[in-house]
Antibody, heavy 124, light 110 residues
Framework: QVTLRESGPALVKATQTLTLTCAFSGFSLSTREMCVSWIRQAPGKALEWLALIDWDDDKYYSTSLKTRLTISKDTSKNQVVLTMTNMDPVDTATYYC????????????????WGQGTLVTVSS | QSALTQPRSVSGSPGQSVSISCTGTSGDVGGYRYVSWYQQHPGKAPKLMIYDVSERPSGVPDRFSGSKSGNTASLTISGLQPEDEADYFCCSYAGRYTWVFGGGTKLTVL
């Protein structure tokens, strides 16, 4: 059974750096074509894809946020970490991590498992 | 990337069919087969319902189907059931290893 769980501070101050951890089980991020993504959803807004890391440690970021994001993994601990610098109140959102399979395949590229999400509020 | 456009809400009575649209551009929905749909009940993690435009993961009822025409993908739910009441959102590959989501649609079963 695949599970993912996000953890991190519920409240951060503007200009601070946010660090979120995704602890997962039921799969290995060293398996070919396996990836983990971070996605967020601000209150009343659309989901927004943030970043992806693959089994080979390649990393991809949202064009609009790439200067503020860093994604990394610790395969031995089954964890993926996302850092976001220079937080702003507009970054208040629920942050999700999710497993993606067949990340670069001709067929079946999809997020098939999500965490429950963690709400991060940014105070001014 | 701009969010994909979905209706804010749709509704239907039990047994009826409803469709939810997801409109993007030739750079995302129209350009790739990698469109997926997710169902989310309040307080729960999203659940994959459709991928590759029209493929159903095992365990998803065949009442759920997907299609695409041009830059618009659609999720159709036939034989509506009360448990189908949830938020639904679409997702599309947008090239250069990036992804884009829709704004979400609230389905109400009357």
């Amino acid at each position: 059974q695949v599970t993912l769980r996000e953890s991190g501070p519920a409240l951060v101050k503007a200009t601070q750096t946010l660090t979120l951890t995704c602890a997962f089980s039921g799969f290995s991020l060293s398996t070919r074509e396996m990836c983990v993504s971070w996605i967020r959803q601000a209150p009343g807004k659309a989901l927004e894809w943030l970043a992806l890391i693959d089994w080979d440690d390649d990393k991809y970021y949202s064009t609009s946020l790439k200067t503020r994001l860093t994604i990394s993994k610790d395969t031995s601990k089954n964890q993926v970490v996302l850092t976001m610098t220079n937080m702003d109140p507009v970054d208040t959102a629920t942050y999700y991590c999710a497993r993606m399979v067949s990340c670069y395949g001709d067929f079946g590229r999809r997020i098939d498992s999500w965490g429950q999400g963690t709400l991060v509020t940014v105070s001014s | 990337q701009s969010a994909l456009t979905q209706p804010r809400s749709v509704s239907g009575s039990p047994g009826q069919s409803v469709s939810i649209s997801c409109t993007g551009t030739s750079g995302d929905v129209g350009g790739y087969r990698y469109v997926s749909w997710y169902q989310q009940h309040p307080g729960k993690a999203p659940k994959l319902m459709i991928y590759d435009v029209s493929e159903r993961p095992s365990g998803v009822p065949d009442r759920f189907s997907g299609s695409k025409s041009g830059n618009t993908a659609s999720l159709t739910i036939s034989g509506l059931q009360p448990e189908d009441e949830a938020d639904y959102f679409c997702c599309s590959y947008a090239g250069r290893y990036t992804w884009v989501f829709g704004g979400g649609t609230k389905l109400t079963v009357l």
